[in-house]
């Protein structure tokens, strides 16, 4: 090594030189995969030449040394932190420690905390071969389940096989032990004798077992004298058994090796560097000698096999000997985990792991303490990028990871947690691996109410979240790891059929637990009403069901002895027959059934064998003796005493004496102060007797209550026992039982409720309910309607129509201030402490001598030699105006004693603690509330130095909306004195009291506070805000000053803030210029300048200061607002940033603000989504006046520099939407809207260019002019920036004039019709390639180009020809013209075009035949002739369609082929109502059959083929011949001038049109053609008005033709309109024709254009308006076949079922199994026909089309079975002859003889069968 270390100083590789200690490169762990991938590379190529030989040798990425002395193969880390899951890597090998065996999987420990889990099938392969067999089998003795392979506490070597990621998006780690993966990296050749290797029983032989260690080639032996020396486990071996072991002996060259598995042999044995490990192959859990290189902080840097670095993390040094680990020290280590990808090895060094014979203890000493909350524990250490360490109050030490220091959303800060104290903690888990607890110090962590299963206990109402509906049951989450199953039975208190309708995924329920089993992880909850709101008392076990007792449970099974019910926790129990009910049963199945939740009493139990027996009719009837005893002992109304006996949460269980019998006294019911409440609640303790108390309820369980009030009612008689005995008007007193947003329900005794709705709570308007009220709250409540049929009734709680008992409110002070004297006496009694002796015996008023402590800002802090360990303090109200120095000797006045807390209140103002002056009974005081307790307050009476308590409601209704209206500390009230000294309140004086009004005599004392408008006034600043000053003035009131009344305007620099330039605490002299509203803080108007302000608006202006009052007038808002104009700018201060609507609010004076929107805000996109930033709250703006409106106020500003928009400017745009042929749609400032039209988006043209914009994207744009309101934008560069940008690619082509022929210029198609291709070549030019400029193939149908150009498609093109009049432009697309491919591909296999020579010698052809024709009409008469003037006539006719327009203007090679595919196009139409043609794919169907030269185009198609032939061999024509064909000519002419005269044909321009149509009015397909005409020449507008005057025009009588036009302009819409235009023209259609037709043209357009969406949108509204009618459902369900939405169908079907009559069922679903054949699945209608041939065999026309279907779709074998059930069926002779006839002809034609045969022969078997009948 020092030889390499020479050579490494002298000729060091790169880098400084390293001392030799420090020669490992530090590598962050981090980052390590990164810094590898790079440098790999690097090292590869500057190493090549060293190691060329050498390739056999690992090549490793960092600086290491590979020499033949000695070798550092990885870089240790630079600091050591632990393992995380984010670094865990698939193929990472690791030691674990097994935590938990189930059938299938085992849950392992892993280091640092992490869980891995191997499944069953991870094991090895002769473990999964077993497995495979026991499936296949069930007899096999050798199979071993993985509770007998693994135990918890068993340390194995595994490799991570997998990392799943759970539903959540949390990590799982899958891991596997098989050897072949664990041992991967050894070869047969690698293995020596010592090494420590695992594998797992492949076989168990005779002698030993054969082990596999995953190694190819090699047999591991394992013989049996050594298995038997094993410790630990002495039983055999089995197969898949993992086993750690020593190789003994190598053989063969590896093949053969033997092992030995002796635990004291296998601990002992310690890897070392001539076993040739290298880090390949490195193997977690081997034993190896270690030198320490370097201790840090947070670990150990250890060397160990000569060649290799690894880390010891803080979890796994040995704490007791820290101090032993120093530099150079020796060390036995452990290798816990290799990473392959960063060569880190970690190594541990606790004992359990490295000493021999240790074991590792799966559980942890103190007990499982999973879950629990610790307080009080420090923090001892903090390990950057790990976590801390912290110790428990019994010194255990625990850890927390880095990620459970804080929430998951905040940002680091280990300092802060650090400092800290004391902490509480929950604890996580117990890591066995580490032998330590991993705990969490996150908030959110510690208050879960459910952390694990054990938490929950059987009956316990819970809250949760539905997770997913499954067919057994619903899946409730109640915490992010629980999760708990609500079973079908118990979704509601009955069966639910569609229970997705009730329950949705996320949403909030409240369930109760049926029973829990924590170990397994099994929740079951229930949803049953009944159970969830059960309050009798619960039965979790057997020793719950004390005989008598009556509970809720739920039949599990109903049989003919009785019924099984079932409680909690799987509590069951027989009702026999007889207890069923008190009438005789003998089939319960009639009367109950499963699920159903009742009543049931227990009437013998048997806790040891779990047996139970119940009664429905007792617990209905009750025991007759025990009624009556029960009924007198607790009649209610009864005074009673009870002793309690168990303290629940909400309730006390009590004992009423002398008999004890069960009761409950709910917390709410100590007092009617709801605060005295908790406190009672506090002090009882089980055993305590309690007086005074009532029952109010016997019915169910016996309830009472301690309530003064209730109590007062019941004696008094101001009670309903039955709700016959309430009448309206009735008062009676109740309280709180349940608040929900409509209202609260109030309980009075005798178990009656009444609703109080929202408006009868208050005599105030109510917003929120639930704020009112409490639960529990005493109320007294008027009956105010009745329903006598749902007994049912509603109350008023408003204080204006509740009249309350005499004396009420004092009599419940005295009652809440007896209740708070018991309390103490009870405290004091029960302690017997000094202290809370000493507490009990103060009362309020009360003079104490005491020593100031402390003095903070909140107040005081005293102490009293006589109050040890008392807390006494005063609030900083209780020590005002008094200086007071700590040690300072005091007089205070008690205010409050909290006994509970040990805490007195105290008060050492001079007028509470002067000497008391007796008070004059009946006579007025003005008192000031000084401390609040609650329900209670104690105020002090003027300067009399007299306290005394009031309650803080005056009347039991009294609701506070607002914190305003409640009593705070320094409140002035008017009190009345009714006893000066009172006995039950401890001496003190009893008062009446009121808030106070403003008296009219105090109003120079106001006015004095008050200030008038133009007075100067002095004072002191106190808080400067961005936007505002507030002074402290003078006379103690507070004045604001607004920003832009702080300096003269002029004086303002842009951009400054002007509140900033007054310091806090300077003097002042300001103006009143008028005031604010003290709650709403609105600036008021100017009423008069007398007018004074409680709070008054200042200025500092010094032009405003010094000028004479006289001058200074009052401007009102709306006078300033009209005096601002339109482009006038202005000095603006940021108010504030609305983000919902991103605009900004700008103030320009007190009373004027202004609103910016975000595109007047800004000029930079970059800025869109944080506008804020760039405007600071106060700041000094510039601001364009852009609109001003008083009424209603609206004022709207400009930060941009302009007010209005300006051609040829740049501005901001936002994107609003994205239209394929109209281009960006934008939103400008001020209210603009814009269009960007695809040529205008860029210099230089691309695909999709429009596919880079989303909606609301921010665009800065180039306006090009305004017309009809919107403007024409662009966003070229070469517009934006004209300086800074490129020449433009593709220039703007702004007029017909830059165009010129023979120019190449690229564009973007707009449609392809049957004229040719448009392409927009800008915003207004669009030009047209015709078919034959279009491609150099013959193309038959224009569809196959608008396939392969679809619109927006970037083309070059070659100008042929411009037109500057017509403004025509004629494009070529052809290669040879623009030098680019063919717009259709090759693959698409059209016949190319004729050209050049073979063109003119078919042109020639053709003319000569022409002239023949017409030269010699003499000659004898031919059929190729006769048929050619026929073409002819076809020609003429039909090309007037519309669709041949271009091919009969040019005379060319492609006349005739275009001509025959316009003919086959009408052929295939004419079986259909006749479709119109025209350009760009319009179409509409029209349900006429005029078109007819459809039978004409057919012989001319024929002709067409003939006159090819014909014309390819000119032959010589007879006389007779020719004399025949010019009469045939002749006959022609004569047709040709009858045709011309006849009005059905389509005339060629718009005059002849309307000349027909005056002859032809009501024709539809007159005005169709008219349009269509018009279509042809682009004319959109213009056919668009043809259809209007149509429909204007033809007789309303004729309703088909008008729906022809409806239909046509619908098609023009979906077609060239927008979705609106599409949605009116529907509408209007809607109101003058049919509905249901209309509604069915919109879907047939929609579906034809591939809007599926809107389509299906059509659907649901027509089934929902047209339920009744079948053919809609029909449509629907063909719709939905045809898009392959089977299910969907299906639906629609069962839906069609339910809405028509039951007569059309039969028919609807014939026709959808049709349906199914035709477009669906076959197999689905088949089975449809079956279920509906067996409901109905006899209908005959069903069966045969049935047997149409299975004939077209079936198999032969389908076929003729059909056909054996349709010849046996049970229906007249006549139609069975027939499905004879059918079954021969089948068989005729797809049989053979033996098939025809035996149809025959069954054919006579039942005429034979028939006899007579059949043969006649």
Known sequence: MSNMAAVEEDFPRGGSSKKRTESKIVVQRTEVDNLFQSNEQVEAKKRKAAFEDDDKKLKKPKPGREKEGGLTLNAAAKCVEILH??????????????????????????PCGLQGFLSIKNICDSYAKLLTEQLDSVDIEEFCSLPHLFHPGMVIRCVVAKLDVAKGGSLSIQLSINPKLVNKALTSSSLKAGMVLSGCVESVEDHGCIVDIGINGTKAFLPRKAEKDKQNNPEELKVGQYVTSRVEQVKNKGRVVHLSVSPPTVARACADSEQGWNLTNLLPGLQVKATINKVTKHGLILDFLSSFSGQVDFLHMEQEQASSYTEGAEVRACVLYV???????????????????????????????????????????MHHMSGAMLELPDKTKAFVHRYHLKESKEPHNENRVLAMPEHTCRILDFSPMDQIHFVSLRKSMIEKAFFRYHDLQAGQVVEGTVSVLLSHGMVVHLSEHIKGLVPRIHLSDVV???????YTEGMRIKCRVLSVDARNKKLYLTRKKALVESSLPLILSFADARPGRVSHGHIVCIRDFGCIFRFYNNVKGLVPLRELSSEAITNPEELFYVGQVLKAKVLHCDPDKEKMVLSFKAAVEGDTEEAATAQFDCEVGKRLEAKVLKKSVNSLEVAILPDDIRAVLPTMHLSDHLSNCPLLWETLQEGDNISNLVCINNRQNITLTKKPAVRWSLEEGVVAKDFSEITVGMELIGWIKNIMSYGVFVEFPYGLFGLAPKSAISDNFIRDVTTCFQLGQTVIAKVTNLDEEKRRFLVTLKISEVIPPESDAQTRLLNGLQEKKAVTEMLALRDNSDLRQQLAALSVGQKLKLTVDTVMDSGAIFKS????????QAT?????GVNVTPGQKVTAAILHIDILSTCVHVSILSKLVGKKKSLNEGSKYTAMVQHIDKDFAIISLDDTAQLTVIQTSRHLNEIFLSDSEKLKVGMSLSVEVIESSCEEAQGLPLVSWEHCTPKRQRTTSESQKGHRFGEIVQGKVRKVKPTSIQVTLEDGSTGNVHVSEVMEVTEMSLGSFPTSSVKV????????????????YRFLPFSHPRFTYTIPELTLIPSKVDTSGADFKPVPAEEKLKGYEVGEELTCFVSKFNPARKSLEVTIDPCVNGTVELLAMITDPKYAHHPEKLYKLGQVVRAKVVEVNCKPQRFVLSLIGVHKLEK??????????IHPQAGLLLRLPFGAKGTVAITDLADAYKPNLLDKYSKDQLLRCFLLGSENGKWQLSLRPSRLNPEQAKPAKDEEVLSMDKLKA????????????????????????????QFQHSTKYFVINHKVLSDHLPPNTLLTTKILNVNKEEELVDLSLLSEDTGKPDVLPESLNLPLRLIGEEKKKHDAQRMKKRKLSESEPKQAESKVPKKKKKANKAKTDDSDSGVEVYFREEDKEDEEEPKSNSVKQVKHSSAGPSRLQVTAGFSWDVGLSSLKPASAAQEGDSSDGEDQDGSSKPQKKSRHEQEQEKKAAEKALVQREAELMDPSLRPQDAPAFERLLLASPNSSLLWLQYMAHHLQATQIEQARSVAERALKTISFREEQEKLNVWVALLNLENMYGTEESLKKVFERALQFCEPMPVYQQLADIYTKSDKIKEAEGLYKTMVKRFRQNKAVWLSYGTFLLQQGQGDAASAVLQRALKSLPAKESVDVIGKFAQLEFRYGDSEKGRAMFDKILTSYPKRTDLWSVFIDLMVKHGSQKEVRALFDRVIHLSVSVKKIKFFFKRYLEYEKKHGTPQSIQAVKEKAMEFVEAKGMEAAS
């Open 85 to 110: 899951l984010k670094n865990v890597k698939e193929g990472m090998l690791m030691l674990g420690c097994v935590k938990d065996v189930t059938d299938f999987e085992v849950t392992v420990s892993l």
């Open 339 to 381: 990473e392959p990808s960063s060569r880190l090895v970690a190594l541990s060094l606790r004992s359990y792991l490295v000493q021999p014979g240790n074991g590792v203890n799966p559980f942890p000493a103190g007990g499982d303490r999973i879950g629990e909350v610790v307080n009080g524990c420090k923090m001892t250490a």
């Open 496 to 502: 639910l059929n569609n229970p997705e309708k009730k």
């Open 865 to 872: 030699d006589d109050l040890v360990g008392a807390s006494i």
């Open 876 to 880: 900083k109200h209780h020590v005002m």
């Open 1065 to 1080: 605490g300077s003097a002042v002299t300001a103006r009143v210029i008028g005031g604010r509203h003290a709650s709403s």
């Open 1208 to 1217: 040829g400017s740049v501005t901001l745009g936002m994107v609003i939407n």
């Open 1302 to 1329: 023979g120019q190449i210029v690229r564009g973007f198609v707009s449609s392809v019709g049957e004229h040719g291709v448009f392409i927009r070549l800008s915003r207004s030019i669009t030009g047209r390639a």
